[in-house]
Nanobody
Framework: QVQLVESGGGLVQAGGSLRLSCAAS????MAWFRQAPGKDREFVAA????????YHSDSVKGRFTISRDNAKNTVYLRLNTLKPEDTAIYYC??????????????????WGHGTQVTVSS
């Protein structure tokens, strides 16, 4: 199957920034989800295979930005102005085609294994 490998997570203070990366070969639409302990997996942002269309959830809009560099086979999530509530495991996801609006987990074709983001107060 397609291999998705996330990196870039870590421990940061509130107000700080991180950039997550996902190695993702192939022409797939990509997304980021996150999951905090004891909570459901939450959609964060998605980007079309060309990078021409993006969608960000209301909870991160204006703070997080999804992008991709297909020459590097990599999708990114820039996390700015981090808050403790952003603490979660962040998962890279891929699917064929594009979905308008937020993705639900059932539309995902492939998942990465996640990278931990921890934001301290």
């Amino acid at each position: 199957q397609v291999q998705l490998v996330e990196s870039g997570g870590g421990l940061v203070q509130a107000g700080g920034s991180l950039r997550l990366s996902c190695a993702a070969s192939g022409r797939y639409a990509m997304a980021w989800f996150r999951q905090a302990p004891g909570k459901d997996r939450e959609f964060v942002a998605a980007i079309s295979w060309s990078g021409g269309s993006t969608y960000h959830s209301d909870s991160v809009k204006g703070r997080f930005t999804i992008s991709r560099d297909n020459a590097k086979n990599t999708v990114y999530l820039r996390l700015n102005t981090l808050k403790p509530e952003d603490t979660a495991i962040y998962y890279c996801a891929a699917k064929v085609g594009w979905v308008l609006g937020p993705w639900t987990p059932n539309v995902v074709g492939y998942w990465g294994h996640g990278t931990q983001v921890t934001v301290s107060s």
